[in-house]
Structures are given as structure tokens and as C-alpha cells.
């Protein structure tokens, strides 16, 4: 979008020069942030990123401590970085709903082609199609999510309920189903970290009854598909 241009100075015009200069584009306020072009820029950081990142995770199963290995190998560690990716691509005030969910999408799915890649070096075989379809279908829900808690209201709300959810039913599914060979440490942690997310979400930034109820409760309804999820997910294969 053309940004906007101060008319051009006449040689007769003396008092009313600053005001023609200063005054804004019909239609604009004047406090809005200048549009000069969608944020591309730090979209492809995203990417890029993404990619590699998920190359890192392959890597870091090889040394990462036991208590935290699992984040190298869980859901929830690609959705931290995705989430992460997208909220400071969010920052830009031009970044829209859309394209938080296109990142979202896209970071997910470069993750899990990094992952693919860094285990092919690594002389592993690991095939992306499933993860890469979960990419598809709850990134841009992470993506969105991670855009929507730099607003207020029921959107940060939903944000959160997404975020919070995601990790607190892994931390539920990691504590019933995979503790014994994985241990509780990074499960509890991470479930921890939701909780944090969740109430500081509440006490800093939400007022009123329903962006409340929408944060607490959608917490627990993601929590709870994400466990029924990821059971039938274990099934499959």
C-alpha cells in the first residue's frame, strides 16, 4: 500500500504549509501505523527459522539431559516454537488473522521437513507425512493463537485457551502414558508453564466475566481433546 506523502510545498503558502503537511490521508487516523507493504520480511525469518529449528530438534536428541529430551520429541516443542515464531512475527502492526495462520501452518510443516533432513544426515529414517498433516490442520490454530495474545478481549482469551491447552493436556498425556520411560520432569514443567501462561493471561490482561470464562474453560476443553487426540493418534500405524 502506498505510504503516505505530504503535499508539496508552494512558494506562496507560509502559514498553511505545516497544517496541508501534517494532515492525514481521508479515511486514516492519524495515530494508525503506516502501511508500507505486508510484513514478508519477518515472515520469511519465520521460515527460515522454522527450518532450521526443526533441523535442531533432530540434533538435540543426541544431547539434550534426560529430563528434558522429551521437548526434542513431543508436540508441544514444536508448538513452542511455532508459537514463539509467530508472536514476534505478530509484533508488526500490518501482520493480519491470515497471515499468523498461514505462518502457523508453514512453521509447523518446515519443523517437521527440518526434523526429516537433520535425521536423514544423522542416518535415520524418519517420515514426515503424518506430523506434516497435523502440521497443516493445528498450526494454523497455533498460529493464530500466538497472534492473538498481543490483542485483548476474547481473542486473547482464545489465544491462550489454545496455548495453555496444548501444552497442559501433553503434560497430562506425557504423566499417564509415557512417564516411565520418558520420567515426570519436563511434563510437569511444561504443564507448569501452561498454568503460568494461564494466569498471567487472566490477572494482566483479561477483564470481565466472559474473556474469563473463555480463557479458563477453553484451557480445559483443548487439554482434553489434545489427550483424546494424541491417545488416538499413538493408535495409528
Keep these: 500500500m502506498p505510504d503516505q506523502t505530504a503535499l508539496p510545498r508552494r512558494s506562496d503558502a507560509r502559514s498553511d504549509a505545516p497544517a496541508l503537511r501534517t494532515r492525514p490521508a481521508p479515511g486514516r487516523h492519524a495515530d494508525a501505523p503506516a502501511l508500507g507493504g505486508q510484513p514478508w520480511a519477518r515472515g520469511a525469518v519465520v521460515l527460515a527459522a522454522s527450518f532450521l529449528l526443526g ?43 491470515w497471515h499468523a ?3 502457523g501452518a508453514a512453521s509447523f510443516v518446515l519443523l517437521t521437513l527440518g526434523y526429516t533432513v537433520a535425521a536423514d544426515l544423522r542416518g535415520f529414517f ?17 498460529g493464530v493463537a500466538a497472534a492473538w495474545l498481543w490483542r485483548a478481549g476474547v481473542r486473547a482469551a482464545l489465544g491462550t485457551a489454545v496455548l495453555a491447552g496444548i501444552g497442559l493436556g501433553e503434560s497430562v498425556y506425557g504423566l499417564t502414558t509415557v512417564v516411565e520411560t520418558t520420567g515426570a520432569t519436563y511434563w510437569v514443567v511444561i504443564g507448569l508453564a501452561s498454568l503460568v501462561l494461564l494466569g498471567a493471561v487472566l490477572a494482566r490482561r483479561l477483564r470481565g466475566p466472559v474473556p474469563v470464562a473463555v480463557a479458563a474453560g477453553g484451557t480445559a476443553v483443548v487439554a482434553t481433546a489434545f489427550v483424546l487426540a494424541y491417545r488416538a493418534l499413538g493408535t495409528i500405524g
Design 55 to 97: 533441523g535442531l530438534t533432530s540434533f538435540a536428541q543426541g544431547f539434550l539431559p534426560d529430563a528434558a529430551a522429551p521437548f526434542a520429541n513431543s508436540a508441544s516443542g514444536w508448538t513452542l516454537l511455532t508459537a514463539l515464531l509467530v508472536a514476534w512475527a505478530a509484533r508488526d502492526a500490518r501482520t493480519r488473522t
Design 126 to 142: 524418519y517420515d514426515p507425512t503424518l506430523f506434516g498433516v497435523v502440521g497443516l490442520v493445528v498450526g494454523p490454530f497455533v
Design 101 to 103: 495462520a498461514v505462518l
